[in-house]
């Protein structure tokens, strides 16, 4: 149980497009989806806070109209980086939590590699 | 916000050997401390974690503990195998199931 599905896995896209990243829980509903990133050989980075129906709220430093999320539905939240350039290249993670019991378990999904060209 | 710093950042051990990887965190409301192990371009894997009502947590190998006076915690991994090496992180969540990385630790267990 507990499984978080990312799509696509692997992004090639040119500087100045935007690209969508889904991220679904699959087995469970998720009133809270995270969205990290991640540099080669660095940390995950928590890059905002998504809950299904409202306003994702974004850490400090991260471009809320640069990286738009929406979180419409209990299993699926996206990310879209909009005109994106080389150095927005990085791995990208998202992960649900449960809304039922006092989990605290964040469950991953297994990553999106965004390239800019 | 919460900060939470790890060291060392890599860890270079004996196979059977035991490993020690220490974290620190900023934010006293802070009450889960979660670990992760993660393989090159995966995504992290949970292998233990504490609450802050519980000072120490083992299972079979890895074993956590946690002082929250001091504010800090440390992962225990004995009798290391090859299959133990991987970059493991450890995290503090400060609430609204938020959590926060520490820098990682590159650990490789030499045969």
């Known amino acids: 149980g507990a499984v978080v599905s990312q799509h696509p896995s692997r992004v090639i896209c040119k500087s100045g497009t935007s690209v969508k990243i889904e991220c679904r829980s699959l087995?469970?509903?998720?009133?809270?989806m995270f969205w990290y990133r991640q540099f080669p050989k660095k940390s995950l980075m928590l890059m905002a806070t998504?809950?299904?129906?409202?306003?994702?709220?974004?850490e400090q430093g991260v471009e809320k109209d640069k990286f738009l999320i929406n979180h419409a539905s209990l299993t699926l939240s996206t990310l879209t980086v909009t005109s994106a350039h080389p150095e927005d290249s990085s791995f990208y993670i998202c992960?649900?939590?449960?809304?039922?019991?006092?989990?605290?378990?964040?469950?991953f999904g297994p990553g999106t590699r965004l390239t800019v060209t | 916000g919460e900060n939470v710093e790890q060291h060392p950042s890599t860890l270079s051990v004996q196979e059977g050997d035991s490993a020690v990887i220490k974290c620190t965190y900023s934010d006293s409301a802070s009450n889960y401390f979660p670990w992760y192990k993660q393989e090159l371009g995966k995504r992290p894997q949970l292998i233990i974690d504490?609450?802050?009502?519980?000072g120490e947590k083992k299972d079979q190998r890895i074993a956590v503990t946690l002082n929250k006076t001091a504010k800090h915690f440390s992962l225990h991994i004995t009798e290391t195998q090859p299959e133990d090496s991987a970059v493991y992180f450890c995290?503090?969540?400060?609430?609204?199931?938020?959590?926060?990385f520490g820098s990682g630790t590159r650990l490789s267990i030499r045969p």
């Open positions: 992960s649900a939590t449960t809304t039922s019991g006092s989990s605290y378990e964040q469950y």
């Open positions: 504490i609450r802050s009502n519980v």
């Open positions: 998504s809950n299904e129906g409202s306003k994702a709220t974004y």
């Open positions: 087995d469970f509903q998720a009133t809270t």
């Open positions: 995290a503090a969540s400060p609430g609204a199931s938020k959590i926060i």
